[in-house]
């Protein structure tokens, strides 16, 4: 910090300029909002997950912690839990595919030091109802992480636009922690991401600090030891050059096109569209079309979606490249259907039959044994 000191001073604006998108100024957030950039979403979340367990650790004396979540929320969390020896509990969303704040109230015990919403949730869109969970933790004297990595940089100009936006941010009580990736909708360099507490007694813990090394005292922010500046330097400039005005032009376009792109998939009589979307992620299913051959005949037509399971379907995240070629997508996805309507049957080369036959797999372990001998094979 001492000899990149522009470097550190880019990332004290950067995480600065975002806490204030999320709620850092409200009354309600305490004003002691902190953080520090990251390389994403994922390790955003690792280090919430790692600070919320030593946090509740020192506060409550909790030694075989537990965390839970609904299904929807990001596999980080999973990766978090063998990480860091922590209970994972995961919890079926409701019927309108959000967190089931009943459902996660009645799974708290003594070991629980965390509960998860999503603001939206990457599989659906969709945002969890926030301020329910922020009560709930709050009565319980638990940590609540909420993942705005998609959402962080939509939300806060979406609800100016007038869009009904429910509260997602630090003015909700209860929230200890959120992860928003610049990298995404901030539209920064690939590998930018920004951790943020409630309070620094919360973040400390995220710090680890050695003093009984012969090469010196050591203590580090983040996961990485050496972090690459240029990034953190991309990000600020993104920020900094797009301001308040940019992306509010940018989140206008981006939800009118999704808008847009609701209707013409609801036009389409096969298909239907997963829960209520509150942001730009849309997903879609079929319950008489096999939606995994649409989704094998779109890329082949250069169109790259999403599988998703439970139900089965595909999702599109809308960005700026999507804004002049909607309509081709639409065009694109209706001859998609009626080809698989009229022909059914796997694609050459597609992936419909592994991620049909993966679903219908009772056993989970021999589905994840297969995952990790593919990783292994592929890398």
């Excluded at 409200?26 to 902190?34: L, R």
């Excluded at 922020?134 to 869009?163: N, Q």
């Excluded at 096109?257 to 730009?280: A, C, H, N, W, Y």
Aim: aromatic letters at 8%; charged letters at 20%; proline letters at 5%.
């Amino acid at each position: 910090m001492d000899v990149f000191q522009s470097v550190a001073r880019f990332e004290g604006e950067v995480v600065a300029m975002t806490a204030t998108l999320l709620g850092s100024k409200e009354k309600a957030s305490g004003g002691q909002i902190c953080g520090n950039m990251t390389s994403g979403g994922t390790e955003s979340i690792l280090l919430a997950v790692k600070s919320s367990r030593d946090y509740m650790k020192a506060k409550r004396g909790i030694t075989r912690p537990e965390m839970i979540i609904p299904e929807s929320a990001h596999s980080a969390y999973d990766k978090a839990a063998q990480y860091f020896n922590i209970k994972l509990v995961r919890v079926p969303v409701n019927k309108e595919f959000q967190a089931d704040v009943k459902g996660i109230r009645r799974r708290i015990n003594k070991n629980t030091i965390l509960i998860v919403g999503s603001s939206p949730g990457f599989p659906h869109g969709i945002i969890d109802p926030i301020e329910e969970l922020g009560e709930l933790a709050s009565s319980f004297g638990i940590c609540f992480h909420v993942d705005l990595c998609l959402g962080g940089f939509v939300l806060p100009f979406a609800r100016k636009l007038g869009y009904p936006i429910p509260p997602f941010d630090f003015s909700v009580e209860g929230v200890t922690s959120i992860s928003v990736d610049v990298h995404k909708y901030g539209l920064a360099p690939k590998g930018t991401s920004v951790v943020l507490y409630r309070n620094h007694d919360i973040r400390k813990h995220q710090f680890v600090a050695v003093t009984e090394w012969s090469g010196g005292l050591y203590v580090s922010p983040t996961i990485a030891g050496s972090r690459p500046g240029s990034l953190i330097a991309g990000a600020w400039a993104a920020m900094v050059s797009l301001g308040q005005e940019g992306y509010l032009n940018n989140t206008r376009e981006i939800m009118e096109v999704s808008k847009k792109l609701q209707k013409g998939i609801k036009d389409i009589p096969e298909l239907f569209i997963i829960g209520r979307p509150d942001m730009t992620i849309v997903a879609f299913g079929s319950d008489v079309i096999d939606i995994f051959e649409v989704n094998d005949i779109l890329s082949s037509k250069g169109w790259h979606l999403n599988a998703l399971q439970r139900p089965n379907s595909i999702h599109i995240c809308v960005t700026l490249q999507h804004v002049l070629v909607i309509d081709d997508f639409l065009s694109d996805l209706k001859e998609s259907v009626q080809t698989v309507k009229q022909n059914p049957g796997p694609v050459n080369g597609g992936l419909a039959p592994i991620y049909g036959a993966a679903g219908k797999m009772p056993d989970r372990g021999m589905v994840q044994e297969l995952l990790v001998n593919f990783m292994d094979s592929s890398c």
